[in-house]
């Protein structure tokens, strides 16, 4: 029930008040102002709000706008083949790009259903005033949720708090102050004062999602004490703990966990699951190169899109941190015999291993397996199957915090895994870097050692702690992409930060020539720009 509830009415009913709007055929207008007007209805509204999660979590646009184009990650073999231009700041991304119009469009639809699940919710009789108030907090969170995405990833955009009924086609762009300030910001502190410290089925939000969400927003607004004191209340206000060893969190069998603040729910229904959780392949290097290593459901569908770069390997000391091996698969056993440097392998024997550090020619040549190493040099220019990027970037660790071994094929794209949004990790972090900003580097330095406590290797917990001396911008977004690397966060802190331009430049090849001052925002989706009637009020960001 926990996977499937949410999204059961999450197709008719959107389309009833948002999506055929924006296709400017307002049919099914009465279905909405009937059903919409009772509790069921209002209800069925909210869990179609929630469904344009699905439209971004666990999507391949997701990645590519939030992970790729930084210091950490680069295209991968077939980031190059399919879409190179997000990560490489092409020329040719432009607002005819396909992943910037879907998302796009998925957060202005999801907007919309908030709008009119809000606006709709006070004249519906039949609810105590305490449950439209949470239909409302739960509304206000998700809209919250989808302009923050939307002003990060394109600044200044069009924004209405109202449903749209009917055919619009004027549009205007409002200042990214005004967004936080009229939108964002009061709908979070709506949801805190509004929704249950428990939810009343998994998968909603309530109100420490809605604290550690603002604290997020906080952080990047740099209100610092008010970043502070949120992440601070979600680790001391609720019972979110931790989960030990690192490696285990992401475990698919369990996904329901006390570290897991709020997720986006799939399932292995395929009824209710739509196209699933994809992430599970994006992250996949072709192993089948390997003669003793055929397609199968545990190792995943290789899609190749993303390369770490080479900074991002040297952030991890593998004798102490445990995240390496947590959050990576770096060994891979065969499942068909054969044979490799003139040793047979059977199936189950070691076929692959890939190490961050260099190794001889000579143990790589007396190796029963596929050795791969890591020599520092650039990841994408390896042509080899020896090292880190070889054969042409498809020699790469596995991102393992998305893998799917549950899938019902060996090429099924619908995974069934929840996306974690928040998690506990995060609200340290966030703690960590806002004491440190209001120069607080003692109480800093003790929220970054917890994580980094729970991320060490058995035995290993003292070496791992930190003094306030060895805290820095630098040591920050470091620990942070140590610690969140894949969660679609790190194009987000590079721009927060200020430190996209330096860090793209210093530490992703592929992007360093051609990032400009005017890739801190998106294009605004060329349909979006030829729709409106109104162009001289709309206009396209600088430089696309």
Not at 93 to 105: K, R
Not at 246 to 275: C, H, K, M
């Amino acid at each position: 029930m926990k996977r499937s509830l949410l999204y059961t009415f999450a197709l008719l009913l959107s389309l009833s008040s948002c999506q055929e709007i924006l296709e400017e055929n307002p049919v099914g207008l009465a279905t909405a102002d009937s059903h919409y007007a009772t509790p069921k209805g209002l209800e069925d509204g909210l869990k179609a709000t929630y469904s344009y999660l699905r439209g971004f979590y666990g999507r391949e646009e997701a990645f590519f706008l939030t992970i790729t184009g930084t210091d950490i990650f680069t295209n991968g073999f077939g980031g190059v083949t399919n879409y190179p231009d997000i990560n490489n700041y092409s020329p040719n991304f432009l607002g005819t790009n396909a992943f910037v119009t879907s998302v796009w469009n998925n957060f202005y639809r999801g907007i919309n259903q908030a709008n009119a699940v809000i606006g709709r919710a006070p004249a519906v009789s039949g609810l105590s005033t305490t449950r439209q108030e949470q239909i409302i907090a739960e509304a206000r969170f998700l809209r919250a949720l989808y302009y923050f995405h939307l002003v990060q990833q394109f600044g200044d955009v069009h924004f209405t708090l109202q449903e749209t009924i009917g055919v619009e086609t004027t549009a205007k762009r409002t200042p990214v102050a005004t967004i936080y300030q009229e939108g964002i910001i009061p709908d979070l502190r709506y949801a805190i004062e509004h929704l249950p410290t428990q939810a009343s089925e998994y998968g909603r939000v309530n109100k420490p999602a809605a604290e550690a969400l603002l604290a997020r927003v906080q952080l990047t607004l740099g209100n610092w004490a008010e970043a502070e004191q949120l992440a601070q209340r979600v680790i001391n206000g609720y019972n979110y703990q931790l989960v030990k060893p690192f490696a285990r969190l992401w475990d698919i069998n369990n996904e329901v966990n006390s570290e897991v603040i709020w997720s986006v729910q799939y399932t292995p229904d395929p009824l209710t699951n739509g196209e699933g959780n994809m992430a599970h392949v994006l992250f996949v290097w072709d192993y089948t190169f390997n003669s003793t290593m055929v397609r199968d459901i545990a190792n995943g569908r290789p899609y190749q899109r993303f390369l770490m770069t080479n900074y991002f390997i040297k952030l991890f000391n593998t004798s102490r941190d445990a995240r390496w091996d947590g959050s990576f698969k770096t060994v891979w056993l065969a499942n068909q015999a054969g044979v490799i440097n003139g040793k047979a392998v059977a199936p189950g024997d070691t076929s692959i291993k890939i190490v961050n550090y260099p190794v001889s020619d000579a143990q790589k040549s007396q190796a029963p397996y596929w050795l791969i190493d890591f020599r520092d040099n650039w990841v994408g220019s390896i042509t080899g199957q020896t090292e880190i990027g070889g054969l042409s970037r498809r020699c790469f660790p596995v991102l393992k915090k998305y893998l799917d071994p549950l899938r019902t094929s060996v090429n099924a794209l619908d995974g069934r895994r929840d996306f974690i949004v928040i998690r506990l990790a995060e609200m340290y972090l966030i703690a960590g870097e806002a004491a440190w900003r209001q120069n607080k580097s003692t109480q800093a330095a003790s929220y970054f050692n917890v994580v980094r406590s729970r991320a060490a290797q058995a035995g290993k917990e003292n070496e791992m702690l930190i003094s306030p001396d060895d805290l820095s911008l630098d040591f920050i977004l470091d620990e942070r992409a140590r610690e969140l690397v894949g969660e679609l966060d790190r194009w987000y802190d590079l721009k927060r930060t200020g430190q996209l331009l330096e860090r793209v430049r210093k530490y992703n090849r592929d992007a360093a020539p051609n990032i400009k001052e005017m890739h801190l925002v998106r294009p605004i989706p060329q349909t979006q720009i030829d729709r409106v009637s109104n162009p001289g009020d709309f206009l396209q960001n600088p430089g696309y």
